[in-house]
């Protein structure tokens, strides 16, 4: 199931993902995506040195690690990864409440990785605000797509400048520092929390349906995400809602999707 050899039609398309990122990556932000320091936390030594060889073999040069809990959260200080590629299972704890210190000083996208296959289990560390969640055993090309998107939605954005702010009554969304900032305190986003929230703003004053929030968020892996949307959607309504229980700006269109109020919402130059 870890076969690091791609072959056929598996390295074509690796070839395709990569190229299309290096296109991609031209007329966005100037760095790579393949230069971002990705962090592994996992006690299984094997795994973490196949899974490293994946992701060296498609392009991700800095790749870092760690065994434990603790190990994992001071190397999250120190070297600052861009991603986390974290086990839910650790010798010295879980990877959720590892997730929680690094959520504490950090937006940073994570990726959870699993032996358990636990729709509860998905839903709780989804719930949690992580970008994604990975079931062991899994595929090469899973990892590396998942790993791409997640990457690309996190840093990788449109360059449409007139975006970079938006007003919502006092708050102020920034969407390069992927926060939003009221009354002098700052909160941020998650990768998943940003792309929704873009993708509403592309359409400000008009529906977008479940699948192109799915979409936005998951990329071509999305289906049997809206259950998950729904929740990653509540999280975004308590940062920028004055009553996340009775919102004014992401508003439901019952059996379509959502809506981003255009009323009072202004960009900000």
């Known amino acids: 199931m870890f076969s690091l050899n791609f072959s056929g039609k598996d390295e074509i398309r690796r070839k395709i993902f990569y ?3 290096k296109d991609t990556e031209k007329e966005g932000n100037s760095m790579n995506i393949y230069d971002r320091k990705i962090l592994m936390v996992d006690d299984n030594q094997e795994l973490v040195v196949m899974i490293r060889r994946i992701l060296e073999q498609s392009g991700y040069k800095n790749v870092v690690w760690a065994h434990s809990v603790e190990e994992g ?3 999250f200080k120190e070297e600052k990864p861009e991603l986390v590629i974290l086990d839910v299972m650790l010798p010295d ?7 929680c210190k690094m959520r504490e000083i950090s937006s ?3 990726l959870f990785l699993s ?15 992580a970008d994604d ?16 998107a997640i990457l690309k939605r996190a840093y990788q954005f449109s360059g449409e400048k007139e975006e970079t702010f938006l007003r919502l009554g006092e708050r102020i969304v920034d969407f390069d520092r992927a926060s939003v900032s009221c009354h002098g305190e700052e909160t941020f986003f998650t ?12 359409n400000k004053g008009k529906i977008v349906t479940f699948d192109a929030l799915c979409y936005a968020a998951w990329g071509d892996s999305y289906y049997g995400y809206e259950n998950t949307l729904m929740v990653h959607i509540r999280h975004l309504r308590e ?4 009553e996340p229980s009775s919102p004014k700006w992401i508003l439901t269109v019952r059996g379509l999707g959502y809506r981003l109020s255009a009323e009072e919402a202004g960009k900000r130059s």
Do not use: H, M
């Open 73 to 75: 959260f001071r190397i």
């Open 19 to 21: 190229n299309r990122n």
């Open 191 to 202: 990768a998943k929390e940003l792309a929704l929230l873009k993708k509403l703003c592309e």
């Open 93 to 99: 704890g879980d990877g959720f409440s590892l997730f």
């Open 133 to 148: 969640y990975i079931t062991k055993p899994f595929l090469p090309q899973e990892l590396i797509l998942r790993v791409g």
């Open 108 to 110: 940073v996208p994570i």
């Open 239 to 242: 940062k920028i809602e004055e």
């Open 115 to 129: 032996a358990k296959d636990e729709d509860q289990d998905r839903l709780f560390g989804l719930g949690l605000g």
